[in-house]
Antibody, heavy 116, light 106 residues
Framework: QVTLKESGPGILQPSQTLSLTCTFSGFSLSTYGMGVGWIRQPSGKGLEWLANIWWDDDKYYNPSLKNRLTISKDTSNNQAFLKITNVDTADTATYYC????????WGQGVMVTVSS | DIQMTQSPASLSASLGETVTIECLASEDIYSNLAWYQQKPGKSPQLLIYDASSLQDGVPSRFSGSESGTQYSLEINSLQSEDAATYFCQQHHDYPTFGAGTKLELK
């Protein structure tokens, strides 16, 4: 059974760094072809892909946010991470992690609010 | 980047009807297209991958097709539980999503 679950700070202030963790089970990021992506969704709006990391440690970023994003993984503990630097109110959203690139399993999402 | 133009933005249909949602890719995405269903307060769920392959556990009334760079999601025999927002997503290049279609049941 594949599950993913996101965790994060909930609320942070502008200019801070957002650190998100995706803890998953039912698959391994050391397995050929496996990957985890991060996607966000502001309340009432659409979906925006942020980044993906793959079993071979290949990393891909949304070009519009690339300078602010860092994705990484801890294969031993079945976790993937995303950091977003210099956040502002536009980064307020629900953040999801999901498996693959046609995302077949999603976490429940974690709400992040950026507010002073 | 590849743009996905999704239409309509919203539609209203009756139980038992058939509806079609479309996504137009700005360039060839070689069938690397997925469809998702999202209900309020929930995560998106994968319905269709590779443009026309039905994800395990998804009812067969959902189907996907393609014609050139135009991709379609058809829902036959609408059920009350199909009321949701539907998104397309290409993953030929870095992933991009359509803006979504909100389906309301009359």
């Amino acid at each position: 059974q594949v599950t993913l679950k996101e965790s994060g700070p909930g609320i942070l202030q502008p200019s801070q760094t957002l650190s998100l963790t995706c803890t998953f089970s039912g698959f391994s990021l050391s397995t050929y072809g496996m990957g985890v992506g991060w996607i966000r969704q502001p309340s009432g709006k659409g979906l925006e892909w942020l980044a993906n990391i793959w079993w071979d440690d290949d990393k891909y970023y949304n070009p519009s946010l690339k300078n602010r994003l860092t994705i990484s993984k801890d294969t031993s503990n079945n976790q993937a991470f995303l950091k977003i630097t210099n956040v502002d109110t536009a980064d307020t959203a629900t953040y999801y992690c999901a498996r693959g690139s046609a995302f077949d399993y999603w976490g429940q999402g974690v709400m992040v609010t950026v507010s002073s | 980047d590849i743009q996905m133009t999704q239409s309509p933005a919203s539609l209203s249909a009756s139980l038992g009807e058939t509806v079609t949602i479309e996504c137009l890719a700005s360039e060839d995405i070689y069938s690397n297209l997925a469809w998702y269903q999202q209900k309020p307060g929930k995560s998106p769920q994968l319905l269709i991958y590779d443009a026309s392959s039905l994800q395990d556990g998804v009812p067969s009334r959902f189907s996907g097709s393609e014609s050139g760079t135009q991709y379609s999601l058809e829902i036959n025999s609408l059920q009350s539980e199909d009321a949701a927002t539907y998104f397309c997503q290409q993953h030929h290049d870095y992933p991009t999503f359509g803006a979504g279609t909100k389906l309301e049941l009359k």
